[in-house]
């Protein structure tokens, strides 16, 4: 099994590089140039590609040959980051490969989520905020998906909970709408969040 994992050198990114080493998988990571040092401790048993996520001969020479693919999806700026990296692994992907996507709980398939007043606030004063200050663009991440939930790819777009660091207490329960009993206590570690994207690749359920 060969995946390649998009963001490698991010906190998620780099849990996930880990748990693709541990189940023997051959590993491809993509991150910006000046981030590739994160990942020596990976050295010599990694392929790193240097370069923007969103840039398309980038992701097109990472895929290539790829059974599965681990896309850090993350709303920085306000030039379509996300929906730029997003569209071109849907591109570029090999067919019948599996694609796995992180995203924000504020992403909605079907509108059937249910989510908490601090939530929603979150989104409504931090969203506006962020995108004036240039910062990152909440609607970057929802266009990205959109076009995911549109495509005829075998995907899985994970939604995190809040997320905190600290060891594994193994595979996190999932349900397909934010809301749902399951969830109640919205703290997944990130490790764990890793674990799920890594997982998600030979669960078809999850496609
Ligand atoms: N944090 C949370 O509580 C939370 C909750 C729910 C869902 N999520 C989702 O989980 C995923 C990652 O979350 P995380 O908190 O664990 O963060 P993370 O893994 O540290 O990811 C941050 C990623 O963003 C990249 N990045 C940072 N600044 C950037 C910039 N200015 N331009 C382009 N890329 C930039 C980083 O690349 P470099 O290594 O090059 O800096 C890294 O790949 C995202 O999809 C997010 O929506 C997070």
Same mark, same amino acid.
């Given at each position: 099994?060969? /995946? ?22 051959? /590993? ?15 050295? @010599?048993? %990694?392929?790193? %590609? ?8 980038? %992701?097109?020479?990472? /895929?290539?040959?790829?059974? @599965? ?7 920085? +700026? !306000?030039?379509?980051?996300?929906? +730029? ?14 694609? !796995? ?5 504020? %992403?909605?398939?079907?509108?059937? *989520?249910?989510?908490? #007043?601090?939530?929603?606030?979150? /989104? ?9 200050? #240039?910062?990152? *663009? ?39 709408? !934010? ?13 764990? =969040?890793?674990? =799920? ?11």
């Amino acid at each position: 099994m060969k /995946v390649c994992i998009i963001g490698a050198s991010g906190k998620l990114g780099q849990y996930m590089v880990q748990h693709a080493l541990d189940r023997g998988y051959e /590993v491809v990571g993509v991150c910006r140039e000046h981030s590739v040092e994160k990942l020596d401790r990976f050295n @010599g048993r %990694i392929t790193v %590609i240097p370069g923007a996520t969103d840039d398309r001969e980038v %992701i097109k020479r990472a /895929v290539a040959e790829c059974d @599965g693919v681990l896309t850090v999806l993350v709303p920085r +700026g !306000v030039h379509g980051y996300s929906t +730029g990296t997003a569209q071109a692994v849907l591109d570029y992907a090999r067919p019948g490969a599996r694609l !796995v996507f992180s995203c924000g709980w504020h %992403i909605s398939r079907d509108g059937q *989520d249910v989510y908490s #007043r601090k939530l929603k606030a979150i /989104v409504n004063v931090f969203g506006p905020l962020a995108r004036l200050a #240039r910062f990152a *663009d909440l609607d970057d991440q929802v266009e990205a998906c959109r076009r995911i939930f549109a495509s005829n790819t075998r995907w899985t777009v994970v939604r995190g909970s809040d997320l905190e660091e600290g060891e594994s207490q193994g595979l996190p329960v999932w349900s397909r709408h !934010v809301g749902d009993p399951v969830l109640d206590s919205n703290v997944t570690r990130r490790v764990d =969040f890793a674990l =799920f994207m890594v997982a998600a690749i030979e669960n078809d359920e999850l496609v």
